[in-house]
Nanobody, 124 residues
């Protein structure tokens, strides 16, 4: 399984971005997906996860109400909409996938496949 993120970039505080994660897999519907982020010198931080069907989601408190995770299994795509961005949201954002569990996990160890990351930079 290969995951490729796109959609990162530079944005002013208060702006929005939509990140995409394209999965090279026969049926993404059998994989829970998650988004994480990492800044230089920091540990990888949980952002959000979504279960196989997209019916259940979970968010980190720091992004709740501002970010939205979604998926389109027919297109083998996952998405993360980022709104009301803050400078502290600046990081490399990674999508992850796992077929081990129906729901996702806030623990990076719960995922078997990772993308290469896409950079999000928010200026004040």
């Amino acid at each position: 399984v290969q995951l490729v993120e796109s959609g990162g970039g530079w944005v002013q505080a208060g702006g929005s971005l939509t990140l995409s994660c394209e999965a090279s897999v026969r049926d993404l519907g059998y994989y829970a997906m998650g988004w994480f982020r990492q800044s230089p010198g920091m540990e990888r931080e949980f952002v959000a996860w979504i279960n196989w069907t997209g019916e259940k989601t979970s968010y980190a408190d720091s992004v709740k109400g501002r970010f939205t995770i979604s998926r389109d299994n027919a297109k083998n795509q996952g998405y993360l909409q980022l709104h009301s961005l803050k400078p502290e949201d600046t990081a490399s954002y990674y999508c992850a996938a796992s077929s081990r569990y129906y729901s996702g996990s806030p623990d990076p160890a719960g995922y078997d496949y990772w993308g290469q990351g896409t950079q999000v930079t928010v200026s004040s």
